[in-house]
């Protein structure tokens, strides 16, 4: 039986370019398919979708129930004019936050499965965005430092990952002062997550990570970059170059992603379709 599309793997250990389907078209069998595609390779490029709000919430609910139906990752406001970046407002902040390696939601009490990202407008320089293998990177660990990573846990915070970029989170009249700055407690998460539907192991980490219990903060600190440092490297990564169209779908319980920079007084609007995890398997450790 023919399959009902085309799979390109990347030149990593992850990922694939999905090419002869059009995801508005998928018949159930496709799409059964297609999730035994984003098991095993953790990112799917779709080019040339060019989905609509509607369309893109509706493939990402074929994954589970939304943590969000669609929010804008973009440098223009909503009046379509274009933010300064000399200005470093609240929302330039964030767009700068998240060009550190996270994943989604860690900062929640149940973290994200993963998302649909679209591009409606791209600059003509700049402006991709980075995935990162978690599960190659912990299969690459020497056994001395996975069986210590084994036994640790760190804190996961948006306050925190914004602080360091002098972000003031707790301002009450920040323009940015919602999603994930919650006053709840601090999610703690192992730094090893065994995925819940192929029972690989990989890292969490990424920027919202810190405060690993039993380290003093700098040697948490260290430690958790280091381990980025290590992780993020090739072969296990990819920076996807986008164009206008383009559709992504990536398992956030076993991959972190950034943002890079771009040339600001250029647009770029892309939308962000967040999957809601499984409390069962994404739910926080009790503190």
Not at 156 to 166: A, D, M, T
Not at 235 to 264: E, F, K, S, Y
Request: proline share 6%; charged share 25%; aromatic share 8%.
């Amino acid at each position: 039986m023919p399959r009902a599309f085309d799979i390109a793997p990347l030149d990593a250990t992850f990922g694939a370019v999905i090419t002869g389907v059009k995801l508005t078209e998928l018949d159930d069998d496709g799409w059964h398919e297609l999730h035994a595609a984003w098991l095993e390779y953790a990112l799917l490029v779709f080019p040339d979708q060019h989905l609509t709000r509607d369309e893109q919430i509706a493939f990402a609910r074929r994954f589970g129930p939304l943590e969000f139906e669609m929010a804008a990752i973009s440098n223009v406001r909503a009046d379509g004019s274009l933010r300064v970046e000399s200005d470093n407002d609240d929302m330039m902040k964030i767009l700068k936050g998240n060009m550190g390696w996270h994943a989604d939601s860690t900062y929640m009490p149940v973290q994200a499965k993963g998302a649909v990202f679209s591009a409606e407008v791209v600059p003509t320089i700049g402006g991709q965005t980075g995935f990162a293998d978690m599960r190659a990177a912990y299969d690459a660990l020497d056994e001395d430092l996975k069986a210590r990573v084994e036994t640790l846990q760190a804190r996961h915070s948006l306050h925190f990952s914004q602080s360091k970029l002098g972000h003031q989170t707790k301002k009450a009249d920040g323009e940015y002062s919602g999603y994930g700055l919650h006053d709840g407690p601090v999610p703690l998460r192992p730094l090893v997550k065994t995925h819940p539907e192929t029972g690989r192991k990989s890292l969490l980490i990424g920027r919202h990570a810190h405060a690993i219990p039993g380290m003093e903060p700098a040697e948490s600190e260290r430690f958790l970059q280091e381990l980025i440092d290590f992780a993020c490297q090739p072969p296990r990564i990819h920076h996807h170059d986008w164009a206008p169209g383009d559709a992504v779908l990536w398992d956030n319980r076993c991959l972190l992603h950034q943002a890079t920079p771009w040339d600001m007084s250029q647009q770029r609007i892309m939308w962000h379709s967040r999957i809601a995890g499984d409390p069962a398997s994404e739910t926080a450790l009790a503190s």
